[in-house]
């Protein structure tokens, strides 16, 4: 598998909030805007062969402690999500924390795979720039394109960027929400449970 040169440049995420006063809505400077790009080794150990970015990521379902700081929510009770978030970002992770969610842009450098593997996630995607093929365990395989969507109910699966290279010059960016779930049974009550190294027993 390719490993092409990965140099991605940082997102750019803006966050809304609330005047406490008037209720209207607002910028935060509370998080700056630029989110860089980490390394997504898969499998783990082995080199990174394409780059995540954190653009947020929740710990609850429904999202609790929007709420402003006021004369009736403390500063400990405000704006819990953005403080979960803040936390997260010296060791950041592609995936959702425990049950909660996460925004995140993974960029797959030219002529690069990203091996087979599986989440314990639902993910919500949309290519952002450039095409791959979806390659599923079953050796099914799908196209998608620039403005295509996907969504992945914790299957195995792995990515081949076949961006041309006059397009983003060949670099894959896909937007990804990913969403907790429960496990996946299948016959015989067998557990189909997460396995970021399956490449390691492919044929």
């Given amino acids: 598998m390719s490993t092409g040169q990965r140099n991605p440049q ?11 006063k008037s ?29 995540y970015a954190l653009a947020y990521n ?15 929510v403390p500063e400990s009770k405000a704006n819990l999500d953005i403080k979960h978030y803040h936390s997260q970002l010296s060791d950041p992770s592609p995936l959702n924390p425990p049950g909660g969610t996460s925004c995140t842009i993974i960029e797959v450098p030219p002529d690069t795979w990203v091996p087979m593997h599986r989440t314990e ?19 099914e395989k799908k196209v998608l ?19 041309e290279k006059k397009d983003n010059n060949g670099v894959l960016r896909v937007f990804f929400v990913f969403q ?9 009550n067998k557990v189909v ?9 492919e044929s």
């Fill in 10 to 20: 940082p997102v750019r995420r803006i966050i809304t909030t609330h005047d406490p």
């Fill in 23 to 51: 209720g209207r809505a607002i910028f935060t400077d509370a998080v700056g805007e630029q989110v860089s790009f980490t390394g997504f080794p898969v499998p783990p150990g082995k080199p990174p062969t394409s780059d």
């Fill in 58 to 72: 929740t710990s609850t379902f429904p999202v609790q402690g929007l709420s402003p700081p006021t004369s009736a």
């Fill in 121 to 139: 996630t639902l993910d919500y995607g949309v290519i952002i720039d450039g095409a791959t093929e979806l390659v599923l365990d079953s050796d």
């Fill in 145 to 163: 394109k620039k403005g295509d969507v996907f969504v992945q109910r914790g299957t195995a699966h792995a990515w081949r960027n076949i961006t």
């Fill in 180 to 188: 907790p779930i429960e496990q996946v049974r299948l016959e015989g």
């Fill in 193 to 201: 449970a997460q396995d970021l190294t399956l490449s390691l027993r």
